[in-house]
């Protein structure tokens, strides 16, 4: 991965020299290693969920993962949690989806808390896609807001694809990784980049996680700043971004990506939703 092909863009800056409702791209000419990068920034609103109703999710949006995975492993991570629906680990409270850690027997399992994912009922190819979200934090700690491929039964993982758009390590409350996953770059050999706050936390207030997505790129985003850019010459496989997919949502404890809470860590915990908004 060709890490130093990415500065950092103000998109606010970009945004006021445009039209309000316009779509603007530009061809950004990066100078140190004579290369081109293509932002674009969209307008056309196609889901806004911004939990100002009722007290559950949006049933014609969203559905869940119940359980331990299909094999009963920790969902391939050996994560630790039992994904639930219950209100005492997913509602809307106060404007927000909230996504409730906690450390409890249930199940078999030590915590439990709750996974959403829009499969079969929101999936798209291309576009914006962004969520505001306050994350929790502590030692094995793993909230995520992610993308996979449409197509995941018929073309199992990593075949169909993954987007991560945000995942964070509650131990490190500065940095969050965005990354893909595809056929031959999976895992831990996925294409990956860190974003850290300066003089910041991600557990201290809202932030914005978003993806530019278009047909030859992926844009990582937070807040107004560009962070990656990941292109077809950057993965070490096919390229099988090209389809639509299906956003989830969801709050683990544990697994082989961060390590099990210990002794410090405080339950419960609690990922805060603001809105997730996906454009065209």
């Given amino acids: 991965m060709k890490m130093n092909r990415i500065p950092l863009f103000n998109m606010?800056?970009?945004?006021?020299a445009v039209k309000v409702g316009l779509s603007l791209t530009l061809i950004a000419t990066l100078t140190q290693c004579n290369d081109t990068q293509v932002v674009t920034t969209l307008t056309n609103v196609v889901l806004d969920q911004s939990f100002d109703e009722g007290t559950t999710p949006d049933a014609g949006v969203w559905t869940y993962d119940i359980g331990r995975g299909p094999n009963g492993d920790g969902w391939g991570n050996n994560?630790?949690?039992?994904?639930?629906?219950r209100p005492e680990n997913v509602r809307i409270e106060g404007?927000?989806?909230?996504?409730?850690?906690?450390?409890?027997?249930f199940e078999g399992a030590g915590y439990t808390s709750a996974r959403l994912l829009s499969k079969d009922l929101f999936e798209q190819q291309y576009g914006r896609f962004e969520a505001r979200i306050q994350l929790p934090w502590g030692q094995g700690i793993w909230p995520a807001f992610w993308m996979l491929g449409a197509d995941i039964d018929e073309n199992v993982w990593p075949g169909a694809g993954e987007?991560?758009?945000?995942?964070?390590?509650?131990q490190t409350p500065t940095t969050i990784?965005?990354?893909?996953?595809?056929?031959?770059?999976?895992?831990?050999e996925a294409i990956s980049k860190e974003f850290t706050l300066t003089n910041d936390r991600f557990d201290t207030g809202f932030h914005v996680f978003g993806i530019e997505w278009g047909p030859d790129y992926i844009n990582y985003y937070v807040d107004d700043v560009l962070y990656n850019q990941i292109t077809p010459e950057d993965v070490t496989g096919d390229w099988v971004f090209d389809k639509p997919f299906f956003i989830l949502i969801n709050l683990a404890i544990g697994g082989d990506f961060l390590g099990p809470p210990n002794e410090e860590t405080v339950f419960p915990q609690q990922m805060l939703i603001d809105y997730v908004r996906v454009y065209n």
């Fill in 12 to 16: 606010k800056s970009i945004q006021a």
């Fill in 79 to 85: 994560e630790l949690q039992y994904y639930t629906d």
């Fill in 95 to 105: 404007g927000n989806l909230i996504i409730t850690a906690q450390e409890e027997l």
């Fill in 163 to 170: 987007i991560d758009i945000m995942e964070f390590r509650g």
């Fill in 177 to 188: 990784v965005g990354s893909v996953h595809g056929p031959g770059y999976s895992a831990g």
